[in-house]
């Protein structure tokens, strides 16, 4: 064998070693763990919740799991080390006789790209427990401002009605209307203003919107969150969420600008001038506070 042959079979076996090794000890070290099958490196228990990972097989196979190992057990993911609840009883003791210590999410590398900011959504702890106080306050008290959630609720029926009407009786599908209708109440609540259903912008949002959806349910997304750092350089559809989510951001930061330049403090509009008012409240209080 040449000897460019025999290094290029030295550093394969060299990085495979140590791949296995690391991923061996990620998952070694469990003896305060909870019990659970006997998981292999890199791709931890894959075999035994099933090679395509559906909802319906892997709900069976953590019910075998559950009945063997006891409702409490051990599994990886990748190399990713998940502990399981699995059963009612258990479920309820941890979320509600314990909700302040499960109140946490756990890491999501995929929608964790996606987002780049922890929003709402993932954030943990008490950045979380801040702004889910903040966007029920506002959505309560929406009334106050120049428009109420309900008055936008019944504008926007009026527009449906008239769009069903335009089809005159003839058979349609009706779930792009009922998603551009609801999706039309979302952006006024955010945004302040509802698009017409055939602006371009709003249907290439709708449209990024399903796509990502669809995206989101197949296994590549699943590949990614056990294997992130692999998969970013893997082709893939995967690729395509990142670049709905910057189209996504660059339209939502758009709106935000717009909202920046003409901001009312006196009379917020959406969610968004309640947000930057929020902002004010908070700057002014820390450059007028005791140091």
Request: proline residues 5%; contains cysteine.
């Amino acid at each position: 064998m040449e000897p460019l042959g025999i290094t290029t079979v030295f550093l394969v076996i060299c990085v495979s070693c140590l791949l296995f090794l690391s991923a061996w000890r990620k998952m070694s070290g469990s003896g305060k763990l909870p019990p659970g099958p006997v998981a292999f490196p890199i791709i931890g228990n894959t075999l035994q919740l099933g090679s395509k990972l559906k909802f319906i097989g892997l709900c069976a196979n953590l019910l075998q799991l559950s009945e063997k190992y006891g409702s409490i057990f051990t599994i990886y993911l990748g190399s990713e080390r998940v502990v399981v609840l699995y059963g009612y009883e258990i479920m309820k003791e941890s979320l509600i006789g314990l909700g302040e210590e499960f109140s946490g999410r756990g890491s999501m590398p995929l929608f964790e790209k996606m987002a780049q900011e922890p929003g709402i959504v993932f954030s943990n702890g008490e950045r979380w427990k801040k702004l889910r106080r903040f966007a029920l306050t506002n959505l309560r008290n929406f009334g106050m401002g120049k428009k109420s959630i309900e008055a936008r609720i019944q504008e926007e029926t009026h527009f449906l009605v008239e769009r069903l009407r335009n089809t005159h009786g003839q058979p349609f599908d009706p779930t792009l209307f009922l998603t551009h209708a609801v999706s039309n109440v979302i952006c006024s609540i955010i945004f302040g203003d509802r698009f017409d259903y055939e602006d371009k912008k709003f249907v290439t949002l709708i449209n990024i919107i399903e796509e990502n959806g669809k995206l989101q349910r197949s296994p590549w997304t699943a590949l990614y969150n056990f294997f992130p750092t692999l998969m970013d350089y893997i082709p893939g559809p995967h690729h395509k969420l990142f670049k709905n989510a910057q189209e996504f951001r660059r339209f939502v930061l758009e709106r935000v600008n717009m909202h920046k330049e003409s901001l009312d403090p006196s009379c917020p509009r959406d969610f968004i001038d309640a947000f930057f008012i929020k902002m004010e409240e908070v700057w002014s209080k820390r450059l007028n506070g005791p140091f």
